[in-house]
């Protein structure tokens, strides 16, 4: 049973900092792409933050140079530091693992972690 657990959400004020992590469980977390994404209320859901199985990362333009993922392959962790957030970065967070096979697409989804920025 594959198990994507999502904790770090919170409220926290504009400017401030908040750090996601997402443990896995059930897969061989090392040859998946992780990523992050977000979903405001009325809106889609959109990729935050993703970080290849060799480790290579990419970002929405909205949050380029104030988040940073990371994974642990030896813990079966990714993370999202998140810093200087801003109002326009409340949403719910989802913790996503990503793998394209010859078996074929296999995708999964954490329950989310809602991040609250205000003052």
């Known amino acids: 049973q594959v198990q994507l657990v999502e904790s770090g959400g919170g409220l926290v004020l504009p400017g401030g900092s908040l750090r996601l992590s997402c443990a896995a469980s059930?897969?061989?977390?090392?040859?998946?792409?992780m990523g992050w994404y977000r979903q405001a209320p009325g809106k889609q859901r959109d990729l935050v933050a993703r970080i290849t199985s060799p480790g290579s990362t990419s970002y929405a333009d909205s949050v380029k140079g104030r988040f940073t993922i990371s994974r642990d392959n030896a813990k079966n962790t990714v993370n999202l530091q998140m810093d200087s957030l801003k109002p326009e970065d409340t949403a719910v967070y989802y913790c996503n693992a990503d793998l394209v096979a010859n078996s074929g697409k296999f995708d999964y989804w954490g329950q989310g972690t809602q991040v609250t920025v205000s003052s």
């Open positions: 059930g897969i061989i977390f090392g040859i998946y792409t």
